[in-house]
């Protein structure tokens, strides 16, 4: 079993829909939950954080997360073309807070 | 402007011939790391340094080893590349350690092996 698990996609969504993208992790221990979208060929860009169980909202992002069921989800609001990128769900170890084990992303494509 | 720098870009070499990828961080971030980016594998995290002379492995360090006596700087190094470590790399740093929602990324540098 992968430590951080997404379904690879495409996920394709019409503009204006909302995206949701889903990720699950297998360290019950874990408590740093991150959200990086990586467009094709440059580098991760952070988009959302969370700690603590249940929504947090940054603009048309907002990032869920439940802890007894390991799941980490991130929904994109009014989704737009630009929102065409691989997103990459990351989490911490519950014994190594200092490293990131990232998940193989999942590619969204958003069609006008 | 705040960034991390990664040089070169793109390298192609051969089998067993040494090389380094250098790593540097204008915004004086005590924490550095290197990742590998392959398909189907996501980023993987090979070594990282949580301050100077301080440095421990990730994930992958087989094959690789990095140095860091300057606050700035985080190379690289492959003593003797093999096709395996054909990838995607990015370094990133973030301050304070521990503080990822902090971690800035490189451009990536795009290496070759053959």
């Known amino acids: 079993q992968k430590e951080v698990e997404q379904n690879s996609g495409p996920l394709s969504v019409p503009e204006g829909a909302i995206a949701s993208l889903n990720c699950t992790y297998s360290?019950?221990?874990?408590?740093?939950f991150f959200w990086y979208r990586q467009y094709s060929g440059k580098s991760p860009e952070l988009i959302m954080s969370?700690?603590?169980?249940g929504d947090k909202e940054d603009g048309r992002f907002t990032a869920q997360l439940n802890k007894a069921s390991q799941y980490v989800s991130l929904l994109i609001r009014d989704s737009q073309p630009s929102d065409s990128a691989t997103y990459l769900c990351?989490?911490?170890?519950?014994?190594?807070?200092?490293?990131?084990?990232f998940g193989t992303g999942t590619r969204l494509q958003v069609f006008p | 402007e705040a960034q991390v720098t990664q040089n070169p870009r793109y390298l192609i070499t051969v089998t067993g011939k040494k090389l380094t990828v250098t790593c540097s961080q204008n915004?004086?971030?005590?924490?550095m790391s290197w990742y590998r980016q392959d398909p189907g594998l996501g980023l993987r995290q090979i070594y990282y340094s949580m301050n100077v002379e301080v440095t421990d492995k990730g994930d992958v360090p087989e094959g690789y080893k990095v140095s860091r006596k300057e606050k700035r700087n985080f190379p690289l190094i492959l003593e003797s590349p093999s096709p395996n470590q054909t990838s995607l790399y990015f370094c990133?740093?973030?301050?304070?350690?521990?503080?990822?929602?902090?971690?800035?990324f490189g451009p990536g540098t795009r290496l070759l092996v053959l």
């Open positions: 969370i700690y603590s169980n």
């Open positions: 990351a989490v911490t170890r519950s014994y190594n807070t200092d490293k990131l084990i």
């Open positions: 915004m004086n971030h005590e924490y």
């Open positions: 360290d019950r221990g874990s408590q740093s």
């Open positions: 990133a740093s973030s301050y304070p350690p521990g503080r990822l929602e902090t971690q800035y």
